[in-house]
């Protein structure tokens, strides 16, 4: 806390926010929020700080009550957010996708099934950030057999959809060759 306050640039204020955050402290994790509100607050008119302040709750390991992925989409109905922002896109779902590891990959698919639906609705708005956007997927022949089979799952399903660009559809498509 004492680094976080008298941070004089962003790169302390960030590693010392980011401790916080992903603290197991308890008394850190009762900071965690406040820190994250006056993070917020004083950089709000920052658009790349506002990326990392996305990136760093997407990433987070230590949550509290809620879920990554819930944090997740809750964080998708703040005012910083916005399907049609690329790079808010990829600050929190993609950094959730490719940072959150444990989260993205839990054992029950929602994760998978989280991307899915955000490649499926980018897909019409921005194919390009879409078709980036599915990558974690398509590394499904890295893991145990039941999320490859949650996630190719997925792949299909997203292919499936008959509004799918041709970026989604190449990159999909090269993914399911076995």
């Not at 996708?97 to 698919?109: E, K, R, S, T």
Request: aromatic share 8%; net charge positive; glycine share 4%.
């Amino acid at each position: 806390m004492a680094q976080y306050r008298t941070a004089h640039n962003m790169t302390d204020t960030l590693a010392a926010l980011r401790s916080i955050v992903n603290s197991k402290n308890k008394i850190a994790s009762k900071h965690a929020k406040e820190c994250l509100a006056d993070f917020y607050d004083r950089f709000k008119d920052e658009p790349l700080a506002i990326d990392q302040w996305l990136v760093l709750q997407a990433t987070s390991i230590s949550t509290g009550t809620v879920t990554s992925l819930e944090k997740v989409k809750s964080l998708m109905q703040h005012p910083c957010f916005s399907l049609k922002n690329p790079n808010k896109v990829r600050s929190l779902i993609g950094a959730f996708c490719n940072g959150n590891l444990i989260a993205f990959h839990a054992a029950d698919g929602s994760g998978y099934q989280f991307l899915g639906k955000q490649v499926r609705t980018l897909n019409a708005m921005n194919p390009q950030i879409a078709s980036r956007l599915v990558t974690p997927l398509t590394r499904w022949k890295k893991y145990d057999g039941k999320r490859q089979q949650l996630m190719i799952k997925e792949l299909e399903a997203i292919k499936a959809d008959p509004a799918l660009s041709k970026d989604v559809f190449e990159v999909v498509s090269k993914s399911l060759q076995k």
